[in-house]
């Protein structure tokens, strides 16, 4: 276990500096004001016996633990009272511990840990609020649209330290959509073998359908091809299959070890060639193959990642595909969405343009150009149409316990 000592201006900046220097998993052992900031005393790689053993010497008054009655070992976690001490200071505390209060230290020392960090994170707020109230009612707005903090602490740090009250609400909204980063006009329409890649069910064979049917509106339906490589879900191919028919394009379904690239030298006289990719979580080992296989065609095929704009987790996904070099993404599923933050951060913070939103599953209807300001307007009416639900639901909460109303009180 290593402990270390840093001091720094605000507290916030120490904990940064435990974060850079010890990682995410480094324990707050201590915190105090000194002269010039505060000091903050945290360990890392901790073993749960040391570290119980630390705590009790930072909290003691006395910095000298009191001494330990000598102990001797017989057998594995079996203590002799009068022998000698272990020579190995590790070897003490995790011999006269049983596993069973190791996990409870763990576990104690992990809620220590985690109510430290809320009442620092708790103070820094408050001084906050007294020192910088514009930025903090910044941060609330943009906190209530679900943005990642870095997202929303980089725009707060954007806006100018006085506003008027207006602006100082707009500003915020404004700066959003200026990071949004949106692809450039209606891609589809330039043709190429593009592939849509993605999570299962975010939509990606509806938006396939969706793409095929728009291109068709400017083209012929037999400039078009669809290629599907989705062999793993029943069904899978008979559903753009069926597309396929409704729009009179056909349809084409390669197998894993069939020759992609092949495929695609056959279909070269197609202006449009959509290839449907099946959807996987991104944790599984098959897909690092799919993105072998797609990611081996070089740019002669363009990828787009789809995102439900209901599903968790889009910066992962993001990461996941990020090797294939996308050229864009679509958004899905925005009518079924209650908060749209966590898509939108993960887009700005992997600089990944949005191309297409879908706002449900109608072909072609639903599929429209993204617009970063229409995106911002839907991401403030949903987090409002939360807090008006919030606020229903103490309301309902309210009205189904009503306060009993005695005689007495009626008649006084
Ligand atoms: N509400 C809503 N539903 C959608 C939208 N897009 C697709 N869906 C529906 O979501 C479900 C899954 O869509 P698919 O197109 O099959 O999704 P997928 O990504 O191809 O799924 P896998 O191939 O299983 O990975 C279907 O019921 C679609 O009709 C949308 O924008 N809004
Ligand atoms: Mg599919």
Request: proline content about 7%.
């Amino acid at each position: 276990m290593k402990i270390k000592r840093f001091v720094a201006k605000s507290m916030r900046d120490a904990i940064r500096q435990v974060r850079d220097e010890q990682g995410p998993d480094a324990v707050i052992l201590s915190n105090r004001r000194v002269p010039g900031g505060v000091e903050v005393v945290a360990a890392t790689d901790y073993d749960a016996a040391l570290a119980h053993q630390a705590l009790r010497q930072f909290s003691s008054p006395d910095p000298q633990p009191p001494p330990e009655k000598p102990k001797k070992l017989n057998a594995p976690g079996r203590p002799v009272e009068g022998a000698s001490v272990a020579a190995s200071p590790s070897a003490l505390p995790a011999a006269a511990a049983t596993s069973g209060e190791l996990a409870l230290m763990q576990r104690e020392l992990g809620s220590m840990r985690k109510l430290l960090e809320e009442q620092l994170a708790g103070m820094h707020w408050n001084e906050l609020k007294r020192i910088q109230p514009h930025r903090v009612a910044v941060l609330r707005t943009l906190d209530q649209l679900g943005l990642a903090a870095e997202l929303a602490n980089s725009i707060a740090d954007e806006m100018p330290l006085k506003l008027e009250a207006e602006a100082a609400q707009t500003l915020p909204l404004s700066l959003l959509a200026r990071r949004i980063p949106i692809g450039p006009q209606d891609p589809i329409l330039d043709g190429g073998v593009v592939a849509l890649v993605g999570p299962t069910g975010v939509g990606k064979t509806t938006t396939i359908a969706k793409l095929a049917a728009r291109f068709a509106q400017h083209n012929r339906a037999r400039d078009i091809a669809l290629v599907t490589l989705d062999h793993y879900r029943i069904g899978a191919q008979e559903q753009l299959f069926s597309y396929g028919r409704l729009l009179g394009v056909p349809v084409h379904s390669v197998a894993p070890n069939q020759d992609l690239g092949a495929v695609l030298d056959q279909l070269s006289d197609r202006k449009l060639v959509l290839v449907d990719t099946a959807g996987m979580s991104q944790r599984d080992r098959t897909l690092a193959q799919q993105i072998d296989r797609l990611g081996k065609l070089g740019p002669r095929l363009r990828s787009y990642v789809v995102l439900a704009a209901n599903a968790s987790g889009p910066d992962e996904v993001v990461r996941r595909f990020a090797s294939l070099k996308p050229s864009g993404c679509v958004l899905t599923k925005l009518d079924e969405a209650s908060c749209i933050g966590a898509p939108l951060s993960a887009v700005i913070g992997n600089v990944l343009p949005l191309s297409y939103v879908a706002y449900g599953q109608r072909v072609p209807e639903d599929l429209h150009l993204a617009h970063a300001d229409r995106l911002v307007l839907c991401a403030v009416q949903l987090a409002r149409a939360a807090v008006k639900a919030v606020d229903d639901q103490s309301v309902a909460q309210r009205l189904a316990n009503p306060v009993p109303i005695s005689a007495s009180s009626i008649h006084a």
